[in-house]
């Protein structure tokens, strides 16, 4: 890619442009299916509320510029949020855009190229706000965001993305769905928290960006639902997928007592999910912030597990959620030896346990053994308006 300094966001649509071409994503469309071609842009919704609704700010105006913000560790702690979720929606287009080629039916294709072109949209919304409120190491900033790259697609450990779930390998649809129940929607709860951001041009950036987002964990979920309810795929293979893609999704919400989620609550940058229907802060323990998510997450994860079970055919097994302790790679539990069903084993154990609970090589070679194999192994798509 060029080297060229940037000097305003037109330059850097212009990098965009060549991100794309390196990466394959400057022509993704059906031009013969009239699908229109796709444009992206800024887009900006409502603001919960004008004033800050948490923190030692709470009450304020929101503020519309950098220099409004009183503190600046608060500033500088805005652009590192900005700079890890722009990081994790091009990482995200990486990792699918291999998929494009082997897509179950032509309404998938369809789907996860609106899933694609959406998420390199909220990078293009990350970018737009760096470059146009945080001055040259902004604009350093957002050059970078397109000069690293997902493991997933031949990024190296000197450039890969910042947060290791965005670097794993999706080499099937089943991963793709996956991802989109699971990962997309920690990313649900992540901008839920930011849509209430003290700094107006973010929050309104990320309420825009959760109208999409929805459209990804419903692909997701519905993909999975129809995998379950065909029966081809064997439930022990989607069973060790769904712990895959669950475990990775948890170590997102970050450390269990982390002082940065204490900060961010502090300085009205980023709140609790579902902020407005909690009781105050003061009556919570302030270092289990990102734990009260995770737990919201877990909870909201396994009401969906069950739906997806109750679409098994009479007599099939079904899935089960993992412990949260299990293959935790950040915070109290992590590089633990504790067991999908939360059980602590010796480290030999655990290691012949991992075998049997993640997907292996094995796993994938009876996975592309089934789709070679002209079978249906996924229900068709539902109507637009079934569930």
Known sequence: MSATKMRSFDDWKQYFKE????VGMSDIGLPQDGLEAYEFHVGMGDLKSDEVEFGDFKGQPKWEKLLEIPDQRARDTLMELIRYQGDTEFASTEQQRNLLETAPTREDL?????????????????????TEYFGEEGKREAQKLLERRSIAMSGTKANRRLLWAFNEEMPTWLDAWWYTELVDRDGKFQLEMLSRCGFAPLARSTVYMLGEEAYHMRFGHLGVKRVMKQGVIPVEIMQKLLNKWFTCALDLFGKDASSTAIWTYVWGLKSRFNEHKNPP??????????????????????????????????????LVLPSTKFNRKIGEFAEQPYSASGELLSAEAYQKHLEQALPTEKDYATLDAI????EQWVAPPPNKDED
């Open 19 to 22: 991100w794309q071409a390196e």
């Open 371 to 374: 789709f070679k194999s002209g």
């Open 110 to 130: 369809h789907s996860l190229i609106r899933v694609i072109r959406e998420e390199g949209r909220h990078g293009w919304q990350m970018a737009w706000l760096l």
């Open 281 to 318: 802060i003061e009556e919570v323990d302030r270092l289990q912030l990102n734990e009260m998510s995770r737990s919201a997450y877990a909870r909201e994860v396994q009401g969906l597990i069950d739906q997806i079970n109750r679409t098994a055919k009479p007599g099939s097994a079904t």
